[in-house]
C-alpha cells in the first residue's frame, strides 16, 4: 500500500510538473516575440546609434518592474494578479480601473499576437491569390486573420491538449531563438537582405549631453511594449484555483522570471544585430524576418524550422491574452461586478475564453490585421495597469517593511513618465477614456451586487 501510494503521490507530483511548465509555455508566448515588434517600434525614434542603449535601458526597467509582479504573485495567485494588491493598498476604485486596463490589455494582446501570426505569414510569401484589384493585400491580410483566429480557438477548445501545443510550440521557438542569438552574423547577411522602400531611421550618432538622454528616455517609452507578459502570469491563474498553492506561485513567479531572461538576452543581440546592419524593417519586411536571415541561410533546416515555430508561438501568444483577459472576467464575475453571463463556475471557462478572442477577432480586422496600428492602443494599456500595480507594491513596501519592493519605484517612475508621454497621442486617450467607462461600470455593478470582496484579499 505504501509502494502504491508512494507511486500515486509521484505521478501526481510529474503531473502538477508538467501542468506548470504548460501554463508557462503559454502565458510566455506573447513577451517571447515582444523583443522584435518593441525594438521595432524603438527604432523609428532612437536610429541605430542609440537602439542598443535604450533597449539596455528598457531591460533596467524591465528588473525593477519584474520585482513587483514577483511579489504579487506570490501573494495573490489564484488570477487576481495586480489589481489584487491595488485593492488591498489603493481602494476599489484603483482596483476596478486597474482591472478594466487590463482587460484592455489582453483582449489587445490576443489582436496584436494574432495581427504578427499574419505579418510572418506575409513577409515570407504566402498569398491566397486572389484578385481585388488595389486591395489584394489587405484582402490576404484579412483571410490569414480569419485563418489563424479559427486555428487558435479550436486548439483553445481542445483544452489540456491544446496547451500542450501552444507550449510546445512556445518552447520550440525560444530554444531556436536561443540558439540563432549565439550563431554569428552571416558573411553575406547584407545581400540577404530583401529590398526596403519608403522607411524612415533618424540619424542620432550626432547627439551628445543631454540631447542623447532626451532621445533615449522617449525611445524606451515606445519600447517598452518589452514589459508584457509580468501582469498575464498571474492574471490567468483564476483557471488554476483548484491546484495547490505552490503549483500556483510556481505558475506566476516562474513565468515572471522567464520572461525577464529570455528578453533580456534576446533583446541585446536583435538590437546589436540591428544596428552593425543598419536592418530597415517595413510591414512587409518585419525585423524578425530580417533578423533571422541575418543569423540563418535561407532555406536551411533552421529556418525553416524557426519559421514554423514562429507561426506557432504568435498562435499561442493569441491564446495567452484570451486565457488571462477570461481569468480576469471570471474574477470580477465571481464578486458581481460583471454579469454571470460573461463566464462559467463550473470548469474551463470557455465562455470569457471566447467572449475575449471573439472580441480580439473584431479588433484585428477592424486594423486591417497591421499590428503596427494595434502596437500603438497596446503598449498604452500595459503601462495603466503597470502603474496602479507598481504604485500598490510600493506602498505595500512601505506598510510591510519589505526593503527589496523598493526596487520597483524606477520602474513606477519610467511608467508614470512614458504614459505622460502617450496623452501626446489619440491612442492614449482613447485607452484612458474607454478604462475609466469600464471601471465607472465595474464599479456601480459591483456596489449593486452587495460589495462582494472581489476575492483579491485572502
Given at each position: ?15 502538477l ?13 506573447d ?31 524591465a528588473?525593477?518592474?519584474?520585482l ?10 489564484k ?31 490576443d ?64 530554444i ?82 522567464m520572461v ?22 517595413s ?15 535561407p ?43 460573461l ?34 492602443f ?19 513596501a ?16 519610467m511608467v ?43
Amino acid at each position: 500500500m505504501k509502494t502504491d501510494k508512494g507511486t500515486t503521490d509521484k505521478t501526481g507530483r510529474v503531473s502538477l510538473l508538467i501542468l506548470i511548465f504548460a501554463y508557462i509555455g503559454l502565458i510566455v508566448a506573447d513577451p517571447a516575440t515582444s523583443p522584435f515588434y518593441a525594438i521595432e517600434s524603438a527604432l523609428g525614434t532612437v536610429g541605430y546609434a542609440l537602439i542598443v542603449p535604450t533597449m539596455l535601458f528598457v531591460i533596467a526597467v524591465a528588473v525593477s518592474v519584474s520585482l513587483g509582479y514577483i511579489a504579487i504573485g506570490i501573494r495573490f495567485n489564484k488570477g487576481e494578479g495586480g489589481p489584487g494588491l491595488v485593492y488591498e493598498m489603493l481602494g476599489v476604485r484603483s482596483a476596478m480601473f486597474a482591472a478594466a486596463s487590463l482587460i484592455e490589455d489582453f483582449v489587445l494582446t490576443d489582436a496584436i499576437t494574432m495581427a504578427a501570426a499574419v505579418a510572418a505569414l506575409v513577409s515570407r510569401g504566402y498569398t491566397f491569390g486572389l484578385d481585388f484589384g488595389a486591395y489584394s493585400a489587405l484582402a490576404d491580410r484579412l483571410l490569414f486573420a480569419l485563418f489563424v483566429a479559427g486555428a487558435v480557438a479550436i486548439l483553445m477548445r481542445c483544452g489540456t491538449k491544446g496547451r500542450y501545443v501552444f507550449a510546445a510550440t512556445t518552447f520550440g521557438f525560444m530554444i531556436l531563438v536561443l540558439f540563432t542569438v549565439f550563431l554569428p552574423i552571416l558573411p553575406n547577411a547584407k545581400e540577404l537582405m530583401p529590398l526596403v522602400h519608403n522607411v524612415h531611421i533618424p540619424d542620432t550618432s550626432a547627439l551628445e549631453g543631454f540631447a542623447t538622454i532626451g532621445v533615449i528616455l522617449f525611445g524606451a517609452v515606445r519600447g517598452f511594449a518589452l514589459l508584457t507578459g509580468f501582469e498575464a502570469s498571474v492574471a490567468g491563474l483564476s483557471h488554476e484555483a483548484d491546484k495547490p498553492r505552490w503549483v500556483r506561485v510556481s505558475m506566476g513567479v516562474g513565468t515572471v522570471i522567464m520572461v525577464l531572461a529570455f528578453t533580456s538576452i534576446v533583446t541585446y543581440d536583435i538590437a546589436n544585430t540591428t544596428r552593425i546592419l543598419e536592418l530597415e524593417p517595413s510591414h512587409k519586411n518585419t525585423l524578425f524576418h530580417l533578423w533571422t536571415r541575418s543569423k540563418l541561410l535561407p532555406g536551411s533546416v533552421a529556418s525553416q524550422l524557426l519559421t514554423f515555430f514562429s507561426v506557432g508561438i504568435l498562435l499561442s501568444g493569441s491564446a495567452s491574452g484570451a486565457v488571462a483577459g477570461s481569468g480576469m472576467l471570471r474574477t470580477l464575475v465571481r464578486s458581481k461586478a460583471l454579469p454571470p453571463f460573461l463566464s462559467n463556475p463550473i470548469g474551463t471557462d470557455y465562455r470569457s475564453i471566447f467572449i475575449v478572442h471573439g472580441a480580439a477577432i473584431l479588433l484585428t480586422l477592424l486594423a486591417g490585421a497591421n499590428e503596427l496600428i494595434i502596437v500603438a492602443f497596446y503598449a498604452i494599456s500595459v503601462l495603466v495597469g503597470f502603474l496602479f500595480s507598481l504604485a500598490a507594491a510600493v506602498k505595500f513596501a512601505y506598510y510591510t517593511g519589505t526593503p527589496y519592493l523598493f526596487l520597483a519605484t524606477p520602474g513606477l517612475f519610467m511608467v508614470a513618465f512614458a504614459l505622460v508621454v502617450n496623452l501626446g497621442r489619440y491612442e492614449g486617450w482613447v485607452i484612458i477614456g474607454l478604462g475609466i467607462l469600464m471601471a465607472y461600470y465595474l464599479h456601480k455593478k459591483w456596489l449593486g451586487g452587495g460589495k462582494l470582496p472581489i476575492n483579491f484579499s485572502h
